[in-house]
C-alpha cells in the first residue's frame, strides 16, 4: 500500500537474537504462514495446508472481512460445534447446506462411470435389524404401503449376490425413528440381501418430503439466505459386498416439488424415480406387500406404490486403479 507521500511503504523489520524479524503485511502474511506450516513431509497433508491458507486468506482479503463479521463467524462455528450429540451432527449438517458434501460426493463419483450415482449420507443412518426379501420395515400404521425392488448388477450386466443393501426412509410423517420419542428402536429401516440372480424386495412406505433440523444455528443460515429446509421424498440405500465399492446413495420421488429446491443438493436426475400407483394384488400377494386403498378418479381403488430400481456397483479392483490419492 503507497504511504501518506506515495511512495511504496517499506517492510519494517527489526535484528533480533538469531533472526531477522520481518512485520508481518496484507501482502507477506500469507505466504509466511504457508512457509511455517510446509516443514512437514507428508506432501498431501503440506498440500491441503498450503491450499486451505491461501483461498482462507484470499477469502478474507476479497470480502475485506470485518471485525464484528469475524466475529459473527467464531461465534456462529462454536454455536456448530455446540449443536453436536451423539445424536446430532451439525458440522456435517453445515457442509451439506452449504453444498460442500455434494460436491465431495461428485468429485469422487466421477472416478466411476456408469455405476450408480451416488448421492448424500445425511445424519440419520443408524443401526437396524436384518431382514428377508418380501418382509416390511416399517410398523404398521406408518405411511402408504409401498413395494422397492430391483437388482443389484455389476458393470457388465452380472447380477450381484449376496449384496448387502442397508436401507432407510422417515415414516409417512416425515419423521426419522431416531426423531420420534414415542420411537425406542428401528422403524422405517433394515438391512437384507441380494438373491442369486442379484434381486431384492422389501415393503416400506411411500416417502414424503421432510425438513432437515433447522432448529440450531444451521437453521438460520438457511433463513438468512432465504432458504427452505425441506429434503424431496426419498429412500436411502447403503449398498456393500466384499468385491465392491460401498454404494451410498438414494431414490427421489420424480413428484416431490422440492427436488430442485433440495437444502443439500443431494437429488440427482439419474436418482429420479417414477413412484407408480399399483393395482395387481397377485403381484403384492407375491411381494407380501400389504395393499391399500386410496382414491383414483374419486373411486376407492386396492393397490400399494411401487419403486423400482437396478443398482450398478463399482469394482473395487478398477476403483482403486482410477483413485487419484490414497
Ligand atoms: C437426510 O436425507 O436424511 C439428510 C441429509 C442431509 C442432511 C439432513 C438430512
Ligand atoms: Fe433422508
Redesign the pocket.
Given at each position: 500500500m503507497p504511504s501518506a507521500e506515495g511512495a511504496p511503504s517499506s517492510i519494517n523489520s527489526t535484528e533480533t537474537n538469531g533472526a531477522k524479524l520481518e512485520d508481518l503485511t496484507a501482502d507477506n502474511l500469507t505466504q509466511h504462514v504457508i512457509k511455517i506450516s510446509s516443514n512437514i513431509s507428508n506432501e498431501r497433508v503440506k498440500y491441503i495446508f498450503s491450499k486451505l491458507i491461501q483461498h482462507a486468506h484470499d477469502f478474507v482479503r476479497e470480502v475485506d472481512l470485518q471485525r464484528d463479521e469475524w466475529e459473527a463467524s467464531w461465534q456462529f462455528l462454536t454455536e456448530v460445534g455446540q449443536a453436536c450429540s451423539p445424536d446430532r451432527q451439525e458440522i456435517i449438517?453445515l457442509s451439506?447446506v452449504l453444498g460442500i458434501s455434494a460436491l465431495v460426493d461428485t468429485i469422487n463419483s466421477r472416478q466411476s462411470p456408469g455405476t450408480t450415482e451416488s448421492s448424500?449420507?445425511?445424519?440419520?443412518h443408524n443401526d437396524s435389524h436384518f431382514f428377508e426379501n418380501g418382509d416390511s420395515i416399517s410398523s404398521t400404521g406408518a405411511g402408504d404401503s409401498m413395494l422397492i425392488r430391483g437388482t443389484v448388477k455389476d458393470l457388465h450386466g452380472n447380477p450381484v449376490h449376496g449384496a448387502l443393501l442397508d436401507i432407510w426412509e422417515t415414516n409417512g410423517n416425515g419423521h426419522?425413528d431416531m426423531q420420534d420419542p414415542e420411537k425406542d428402536g428401528p422403524d422405517c429401516r433394515g438391512r437384507f440381501y441380494s438373491d442369486e440372480e442379484g434381486k431384492f424386495y422389501i415393503n416400506g412406505v411411500k416417502p414424503v418430503d421432510y425438513p432437515?433440523?433447522y432448529d440450531g444455528p444451521v437453521g438460520k443460515v438457511l433463513d438468512l439466505l432465504n432458504r427452505q429446509a425441506y429434503?424431496p421424498a426419498?429412500v436411502?440405500f447403503l449398498i456393500s459386498h466384499p468385491s465392491f465399492e460401498k454404494l451410498n446413495t438414494?431414490l427421489y420421488n420424480r413428484e416431490s416439488p422440492r427436488l430442485v429446491l433440495d437444502p443439500?443438493f443431494?437429488a440427482k436426475s439419474s436418482l429420479t424415480k417414477d413412484i407408480v400407483w399399483c393395482e395387481d394384488l397377485e403381484m403384492a400377494k407375491i411381494h407380501k406387500t400389504r395393499p391399500i386403498v386410496r382414491k383414483v378418479d374419486g373411486q376407492d381403488r386396492e393397490g400399494f406404490w411401487l419403486l423400482e430400481h437396478d443398482f450398478i456397483l463399482a469394482d473395487k479392483q478398477e476403483v482403486k486403479k482410477r483413485k487419484t490419492h490414497d
Open positions: 449438517l451439506d448424500v449420507l445425511g445424519p440419520f426419522y432437515v433440523p429434503r426419498h436411502h438414494a443439500v443431494g
